[in-house]
């Protein structure tokens, strides 16, 4: 198994690499907790200089970012009275809500194609990593290389045949297309990920199984992957990472139906004003899904380590 | 219970043959050895046995039923691997029971079944473990219990006691002959330490490079065997070689040796050419009348007894003596070779020549 340094660090080292570590968490979670506390400021607190620590939380960022609204004169306010707490906020900027904005549609379609798209990168990816792991394949050295080519130049290289492509598919715009897409940029990734984690797993496991009884997929089903959790769990993570924050593509490809959050919060900002506040919003609510989904799968890259099992 | 009967069977990996057309019978109830150095096909030839492997050609019975071509899990066989391959996500009650579940066998009637392999194997305690954490011999417990649980027709075992320390390889050793001996059930077990075989085995099989080198009782192997090969591997220290140019007619019962008459077993069969005396150390004497001399090199004391070293015109020999009796290193003392016990190699191809020693084994060989 792995080696450990026989030395315990010193305290002073031990101090040493706490500060740093302190030092490079406050550096990479600045951006982040200006970008949270920016949803709740009001649009001057937000572009205050210099920037503003200390201010009065108000929700109105989070409110324009669900709403569209109007400016309405005087007389129609009076006459139309606030009914709900964002009314309120709403009415005391002059304004009154019209209707839903499109965030909540674009936030959807990003669940959708993000998660779609990971959950079959993950299952394809597991059942051609079993394959190349375990039986012989034909050319298979070069069939990896074929595959993990398609990883050597950024994907945006190749946009324009997509886009010809995905237009005269009828592909263009659609929740299927970016899947699809989304699902070939990552099974490259997916297929290294595990074939790695599938190889460190005894075939003598499955062996076993089959001698007691079970089929090839049962065997498959029961034995290899409870074992190769850790592997599934990380791939999920940087496949969904990916699907999520993908930019170019869905600039390219989505306009009405389609399109995921990442091309639409920068709209948010507005014709008239700087929106910021509800930029920001919009930014935060997005991170939540992935964080969520890393924190749940977070046990399974810690528990799915087992040792000793199988000597070796 | 199961008689398995293997016939020319052979296994080829791409270019590189692994088991050569290989042939022999395991009789029911038999704890049969297939032993032989590193690499030379011993877990091949048990994997095609039970069906992890297709053979190139040649054909497996078990009990007469041809099953070369059968899934593994129709052949009822248990297989307990060099490395156990327990299930590690599951604790041990539940590798015990995972063969039974797979036959949709009632889950009182399972816990039944668990319970009773776990008595006969003294594991009741660590039924609710998960198998991560467990000792080496618990480990092989486990691994035989989710064996027998399932009263297959024959175990094979590739190395099962491979994994352990060398104290407690012993200990396993009797409970896993006692196992059989209470079972009765067909056991193949490979294994590369030839005094395992010898100690657990009826039949044993030396297998070389892919080859079967000989056949039989591990009394046979060792008195009567078949090849160089055999000789050398079986046996610590391996029997001794004394190389020598002659003539010999059939009926043959003395070899000329740097101008002195050795006794053997009568030929059967006349050989021409380099041939090779065979003689285990404990069958040679240390006597000052004798007339084949030699000069002693080393010693070695081993308690009871001790293994002499000795510089001999025709090569080094080790003899086993008592260890009261007196041998200095330097002094020149005469060899007395016990003529019954020795065999005659053919140097070039290494097979043993016909004699009356090894007649009747060499035959089906
Ligand atoms: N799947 C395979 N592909 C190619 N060669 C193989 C394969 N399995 C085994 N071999 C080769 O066949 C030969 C015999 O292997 P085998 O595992 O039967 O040896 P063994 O007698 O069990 O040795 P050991 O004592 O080391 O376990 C070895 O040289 C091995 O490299
Ligand atoms: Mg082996």
Redesign the interface.
Known sequence: MSSYSVTEPSSRQKWIAGCLVIAYALITIMPLLWIISTGFKTQNDAIAYPPEVFFEPTLEGYVNLFTTRTRQTEEFLQANPPATWYDEIVHERGMAIVGPSRFGERFLNSVIIGFGSTFLAVVLGTLAAYAFSRYRIPLKDDLLFFILSTRMMPPIAVAIPIFLMFRSLGLSDTHAGMILLYTGVNLSLSVWLLKGFIDEI?R??E?????????RF?AFYK?VL??AATGIASTAIFCLIFAWNEYAFAVLLTSGNAQTAPPFIPTIIGVTGQDWPAVAAGATIFLVPVMVFTILLRKHLLSGI??????? | MAEIVIQNLRKEFGSFTAVQSSSFKIEDGEFFMLLGPSGCGKTTTLRMI???ELPTAGEIYINGEEVGQK???KRD???V?Q???????MNVRKNIS??LA??GMPRAQIREKVAEVAQILGIEAILDRP???LS?GD?QRVALG?AIV?NPACFLMDEPLG?LDAEFREHMSHELRALHDRIGATTVYVTHDQLEAMQMGDKIVVMNHGVIEQFGTPQDIYDKPATMFVAEFIGSPHMNFLKFHGSLAAGATTVEMHHQTLGMPALREAFDGDMVYGVRPEHIRLSDSAGYRGEVVATEYLGTTQIVTLQTHNGEVKARIASDQVARVGESVGLDFDPATVTLFDNQSGRAIRSNLNAGVLSHG
Do not use: C, N, W
């Not at chain 2, 490395?83 to 996500?89: G, N, R, T």
């Open positions: 005894p003598e496991y062996e076993a199984a089959l001698i007691d009884g079970y089929t049962q034995v409870p074992q087992t040792f000793g099992a199988v000597r070796k | 039970a069906g992890l899934p593994a899990s066989i248990a297989f691997f490395m156990f391959a327990l299930y590690p996500h995972y063969p797979s036959q198998v991560g954490g080496g480990r989710r399932r994994a």
